[in-house]
């Protein structure tokens, strides 16, 4: 789990950066727009949408824009037919990968994922190749200067988290999908800020990488997450804190 969450703390540092390039707001205007299109426009009532919506108001997207997102989903307004796809394949090592698409034209995508993979090392799989290794999960972290580890342990798990982890100066919380917003709104009742709050593919094992494999595995991570396409990248490398440093 900790090179996941360690790439997932890494995504949101990046985020403000990622923004301004206007990355960040495309795929969320899919996003919704996809999730309105799938689950109807009552963002209370469609909790991929409300998802959604939560995730474009946290990166300052304009209220115009998530509005117009949820009619081009619902038909009000005319638009793109984007169509939700899943893609597996192997990163340097034989890191197992799991890639989430919405694209509206998946020929397209899928051969530019393929030059992808190639280039930085890795391979596509046939479909269930990789998938298996991952469990949805709700994922929460917290920064451990927020509160004493005995204390924030005791918390999540009473709130009904699965699993509790302090790695690299952050707790990891691992709940399953339902009890996964009854773990954010205790912590939020406690004024407990969480820097990362996601439903993700948490892997069952994992595999350690170093030096160049490690290096590798970063830039593929990276380029497939620049990919207009690709919504979520889930992997299961472990690459130690010493060796984040260094790359």
Same mark, same amino acid.
């Given at each position: ?7 997932? =703390? ?189 439903? =993700? ?47």
């Amino acid at each position: 789990m900790s090179g996941h969450s360690k790439w997932s =703390t890494i995504k949101h540092k990046k985020a403000k950066e990622d923004a301004k390039k206007g990355k960040v707001f495309t795929k969320l205007i899919k996003e919704i727009t996809i999730a309105a299109r799938i689950g109807g426009g009552d963002i209370e009532g469609n909790p991929r949408l409300r998802s959604a919506v939560a995730a474009g108001r946290a990166a300052n997207m304009p209220q115009d824009n998530i509005t117009k997102a949820i009619k081009k989903g619902t038909g009000e307004l005319e638009g793109v037919h984007y169509e939700d796809s899943e893609y597996e394949g192997y990163g340097p090592g034989g890191v197992a990968i799991l890639v989430t698409v919405t694209s509206d034209n998946k020929n397209r995508t899928v051969a530019e994922l393929r030059h992808v993979f190639t280039k930085y090392g890795g391979n596509m799989g046939e479909a269930g190749c990789v998938s298996w290794i991952f469990d949805k999960k709700g994922l929460l972290l917290v920064d451990q200067g927020v509160a004493k580890e005995d204390e924030m342990m005791e918390l999540a798990l009473e709130a009904g988290a699965e699993d509790f982890r302090h790695e690299d100066k952050m707790y990891e919380i691992i709940t399953n999908i339902d009890n996964f917003e009854k773990v954010k709104d205790v912590f939020k009742n406690k004024k407990i800020n969480c820097s990362l709050a996601e439903i =993700t593919m948490v892997p069952k094992s994992t595999v350690k990488l170093e030096s160049e494999q490690a290096r590798r595995m970063l830039h593929l991570m990276e380029a497939l997450e620049d990919h207009d396409d690709v919504q979520k990248v889930y992997a299961n490398f472990d690459i130690s804190a010493e060796e984040m440093e260094k790359l």
